[in-house]
């Protein structure tokens, strides 16, 4: 029988050594400063700043929002709403794992003077990193494999566009031609929970006789930018190509975070850069301009998406965006954690349960690369106990669509 959530699981924190988020938490978060450290030539009292955080990461606890790191008093507010009040004074591994994650962040951008004001407001410190990704040969090399879907009928097409957004979350923009369910039986396959049919009964094409809200939006919840967003930017290019979607509402951060997540201006790099590409990459990157200016497509920065706390204690005017849509498709690890909550749920507790409280129908495209899970069968989660891969849950080798009505 599957579990059902009447009692939520417990909350995953970072405070067990040897722990995927103990490790986040202890080696990674240090890993970043020192990166955004040389990545820059920071003047003494930004790199002071980040010397400061690295000793908070070793073995500080979290402090309250300085005023100086808020010039306007508004993110301190939120903070103070989202848990800073309750969390201040405790140490980062005892607090829950995506609240410390996320606030990392949040004093990551503190110590480079995001904030301002100073020379050095507004610099992304994670841009070079992204440039370099969506700039690399491979890119070219993806975006020039797009010239043959065109031969595939219209139905593998839009799954090999579902999937290049899918895998494109582990970073690899690999179209996926051929079945990626295949395999050996008994062995745990890349996919762990397939629901594109419910996704795609959504989001009928235009012609095919379908009962349908027209025009249907879609909300597509972001994750990274570069070699994640451009295959997010194709499928929705395709979808409003095929009369899938009329409107689009493209949810991105309002500010750099957890190194990769798109920005708006990360939205604009990759239309440029599809502009650019020459041959059918080029024409969705048209029709992408094209829709954002005409305002099919709308790029939204909403704080909420920055917030450390799951989307069931989403504002209400988020609230009300989702509802609004026809779907909202959440992409990444991260807001799969958030979408569910970041607990230790039993695999098999049903997706649609965990998702009952979101405002309609939503769908979820992530890569494995944490902790938490929902929704699998008992034949599945069997199979991944059973692989032999110690790691099936956090290292990006699985991945997964899930959808509710
Ligand atoms: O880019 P994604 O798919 O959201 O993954 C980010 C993931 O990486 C981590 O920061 C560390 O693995 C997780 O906390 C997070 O869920």
Same mark, same amino acid.
């Given at each position: 029988?599957?579990?059902?959530?009447?009692?939520?699981?417990?909350?995953? #924190?970072?405070?067990?050594?040897?722990?995927?988020?103990?490790?986040?938490?202890?080696?990674?978060?240090?890993?970043?400063?020192?990166?955004?450290?040389?990545?820059?030539?920071?003047?003494?009292?930004?790199?002071?700043?980040?010397?400061?955080?690295?000793?908070?990461?070793?073995?500080?606890?979290?402090?309250?929002?300085?005023?100086?790191?808020?010039?306007?008093?508004?993110?301190?507010?939120?903070?103070?709403?989202?848990?800073?009040?309750?969390?201040?004074?405790?140490?980062?591994?005892?607090?829950?794992?995506?609240?410390?994650?996320?606030?990392?962040?949040?004093?990551?951008?503190?110590?480079?003077?995001?904030?301002?004001?100073?020379?050095?407001?507004?610099?992304?410190?994670?841009?070079?990193?992204?440039?370099?990704?969506?700039?690399?040969?491979?890119?070219?090399?993806?975006?020039?494999?797009?010239?043959?879907?065109?031969?595939?009928?219209?139905?593998?097409?839009?799954?090999?566009?579902?999937?290049?957004?899918?895998?494109?979350?582990?970073?690899?923009?690999?179209?996926?031609?051929?079945?990626?369910?295949?395999?050996?039986?008994?062995?745990?396959?890349?996919?762990?929970?397939?629901?594109?049919?419910?996704?795609?009964?959504?989001? %009928?094409?235009?012609?095919?006789?379908?009962?349908?809200?027209?025009?249907?939006?879609?909300? #597509?919840?972001?994750?990274?930018?570069?070699?994640?967003?451009?295959?997010?930017?194709?499928?929705?290019?395709?979808?409003?190509?095929?009369?899938?979607?009329?409107?689009?509402? #493209?949810?991105?951060?309002?500010? %750099?975070?957890?190194?990769?997540?798109?920005?708006?201006?990360?939205?604009?790099?990759?239309?440029?850069?599809?502009?650019?590409?020459?041959?059918?990459?080029?024409?969705?990157?048209?029709?992408?301009?094209?829709? #954002?200016?005409?305002?099919?497509?709308?790029?939204?920065?909403?704080?909420?998406?920055?917030?450390?706390?799951?989307?069931?204690?989403? %504002?209400?005017?988020?609230?009300?965006?989702?509802?609004?849509?026809?779907?909202?498709?959440?992409?990444?690890?991260?807001?799969?954690?958030?979408?569910?909550?970041?607990?230790?749920?039993?695999?098999?507790?049903?997706?649609?349960?965990?998702?009952?409280?979101?405002?309609?129908?939503?769908?979820?495209?992530?890569?494995?690369?944490?902790?938490?899970?929902?929704?699998?069968?008992?034949?599945?989660?069997?199979?991944?106990?059973?692989?032999?891969?110690?790691?099936?849950?956090?290292?990006?080798?699985?991945?997964?669509?899930?959808?509710?009505?």
């Amino acid at each position: 029988m599957p579990d059902t959530p009447s009692v939520p699981a417990p909350v995953i #924190l970072g405070n067990e050594p040897g722990s995927f988020p103990h490790g986040v938490l202890a080696e990674r978060h240090p890993a970043i400063v020192r990166q955004v450290r040389d990545a820059f030539p920071l003047d003494p009292g930004r790199r002071e700043a980040l010397d400061a955080l690295l000793a908070s990461c070793a073995d500080g606890v979290v402090e309250p929002l300085p005023a100086a790191a808020d010039p306007t008093g508004r993110d301190r507010d939120r903070w103070s709403h989202w848990g800073m009040d309750e969390y201040a004074g405790r140490s980062w591994y005892d607090v829950p794992w995506l609240w410390a994650e996320s606030h990392f962040y949040r004093r990551l951008l503190d110590a480079v003077g995001y904030f301002g004001p100073g020379p050095w407001q507004g610099v992304d410190p994670f841009r070079p990193a992204k440039l370099a990704e969506l700039d690399a040969p491979e890119t070219d090399e993806e975006l020039a494999a797009l010239d043959g879907l065109g031969e595939l009928p219209a139905d593998e097409r839009a799954r090999a566009l579902l999937h290049g957004s899918l895998w494109g979350n582990r970073a690899d923009l690999g179209f996926r031609l051929s079945d990626r369910g295949a395999g050996p039986r008994g062995e745990a396959e890349p996919l762990v929970a397939d629901d594109s049919d419910t996704l795609w009964s959504l989001l %009928p094409a235009r012609g095919t006789g379908a009962v349908r809200q027209d025009p249907a939006t879609l909300c #597509l919840v972001a994750d990274n930018a570069g070699r994640e967003l451009v295959p997010d930017l194709l499928l929705v290019s395709h979808l409003l190509a095929e009369g899938r979607v009329g409107r689009v509402v #493209l949810h991105v951060k309002p500010y %750099p975070y957890y190194v990769s997540d798109a920005t708006p201006t990360d939205v604009l790099d990759a239309v440029r850069r599809l502009v650019a590409a020459g041959g059918t990459a080029a024409g969705h990157g048209e029709r992408l301009w094209t829709a #954002l200016t005409d305002g099919r497509v709308v790029v939204r920065a909403h704080p909420f998406s920055c917030a450390p706390l799951p989307y069931a204690d989403m %504002p209400g005017d988020l609230r009300e965006d989702f509802a609004a849509a026809t779907v909202t498709v959440l992409k990444g690890d991260l807001n799969y954690r958030r979408l569910v909550g970041d607990r230790w749920w039993p695999p098999t507790t049903p997706f649609a349960d965990v998702t009952a409280y979101f405002p309609g129908p939503v769908a979820a495209l992530r890569t494995l690369k944490s902790d938490v899970v929902t929704g699998l069968d008992a034949k599945t989660e069997a199979a991944l106990e059973a692989s032999g891969e110690p790691h099936w849950r956090t290292s990006g080798t699985h991945a997964l669509i899930q959808a509710r009505v």
